[in-house]
Nanobody, 119 residues
Framework: QVQLVESGGGLVQAGGSLGLSCAAS????????MAWYRQAPGKQRELVAS???????NYVDSVKGRFTISRDNAKNTVYLQMNSLKPEDTAVYYC?????????????WGQGTQVTVSS
């Protein structure tokens, strides 16, 4: 299995910045795509940003130009830099990592970290 440890959430005023990180450890052959999701109270979990193993990125429209996803393959870590934060960005943020173990593709989820943006 792959264990994910998230860090970096917190409380910030609107217009501020926060950075999240998610480190993967455990038994796997390789890490594939990595992603950040978020879930606000009363809403469904949504994909915020993703990054493939070759560095291609994708963002939900609402965060384009404000958030940046990146990864450090040597550290098996994915990051999310969040700038110009808005109150509507308030949510629990989860990382998801796709990995290969044996000959199977699997996913692992982080425990979630709270991001609160005050107006």
């Amino acid at each position: 299995q792959v264990q994910l440890v998230e860090s970096g959430g917190g409380l910030v005023q609107a217009g501020g910045s926060l950075g999240l990180s998610c480190a993967a450890s455990g038994s796997f052959r390789r890490i594939n795509a990595m992603a950040w999701y978020r879930q606000a109270p009363g809403k469904q979990r949504e994909l915020v940003a993703s990054i493939t193993d070759d560095g291609s990125t994708n963002y939900v429209d609402s965060v384009k130009g404000r958030f940046t996803i990146s990864r450090d393959n040597a550290k098996n870590t994915v990051y999310l830099q969040m700038n110009s934060l808005k109150p509507e960005d308030t949510a629990v943020y989860y990382c998801k990592v796709g990995y290969v173990r044996g000959f199977s593709n699997r996913d692992s989820w982080g425990q979630g970290t709270q991001v609160t943006v005050s107006s």
